[in-house]
């Protein structure tokens, strides 16, 4: 689900920005920067705003500067929330576009990439994508994952993480406060074969 400062604070969607592109994989419009001969890739989830936020896609080109190649699908098939839309059905959007169907929608774009060759594959996943990464790190789909400023996580999700996780929280959010964010932590320091970092990110003012 997504928190309400992500619906508080929508981004301007600019889709022809980015130095990567816009190509199909896993049946998905997704956009590709980086390398396409890396063996190493992070498969990028957007929050509810979608793929074509211009500050996701720079994010998505640094990280392909740091040597990976970065793909950021399309989970909502052209259909981000819109809050210029009086129209805007909260409730139903979230219904046609929930995380769990985000969760399978991520595994051909995951079987795409090993067809590439790709070796390894970590996700990582803002607000809405934090639900869908912290899904796939319940899985043998990716080797790591990150959940940022994640959506509402439950504690039997964070139980079945089986592989590198970090949850990078936001200083205020009502979705996953700092005390949640630190709960989570308790649970993953019983893993003993686990590594994870849990961290609160303050924004100076």
């Keep these: ?39 190493l890739a992070i498969l990028l989830i957007s929050d509810v705003f979608g793929y074509e936020a211009a500050l996701f896609r720079k994010l998505a080109d640094k990280l392909a500067a740091a040597g990976f190649l970065v793909v950021a699908p399309d989970f909502f098939y052209g259909d ?23 969760y399978e929608d991520a595994k051909p774009v995951i079987a795409a990439l090993r067809r590439k060759g790709v070796s390894a594959i970590g996700a990582a996943g803002f607000c809405w994508g934090g639900k869908v990464a912290v899904q796939l790190a319940s899985s043998d789909d990716i080797q790591a994952a990150v959940l940022l400023h994640p959506g509402l996580i439950t504690d039997d999700e964070i139980n079945e993480v089986r592989i590198p996780v970090a949850i990078l929280g936001a200083e205020i959010d009502h979705a996953t406060p700092p ?8 649970i993953l320091s019983s893993k003993s074969e686990l590594a994870f970092n849990v961290e609160r990110i303050i924004v100076q003012q």
């Design 1 to 39: 689900m997504a928190s309400s400062q992500c619906l508080e604070n929508p981004p301007t969607l600019t889709p022809t920005c980015g130095a990567g592109t816009v190509q199909v994989s896993g049946g998905l419009n997704t956009y590709v920067t980086g390398l396409s001969d890396s063996k």
């Design 80 to 102: 981000p929330v819109d809050l210029s839309n009086p129209q805007f059905d909260r409730d139903a959007w979230m219904k046609a576009h929930n995380t769990d169907k985000g």
């Design 179 to 186: 005390e949640q964010v630190k709960h989570f932590g308790e």
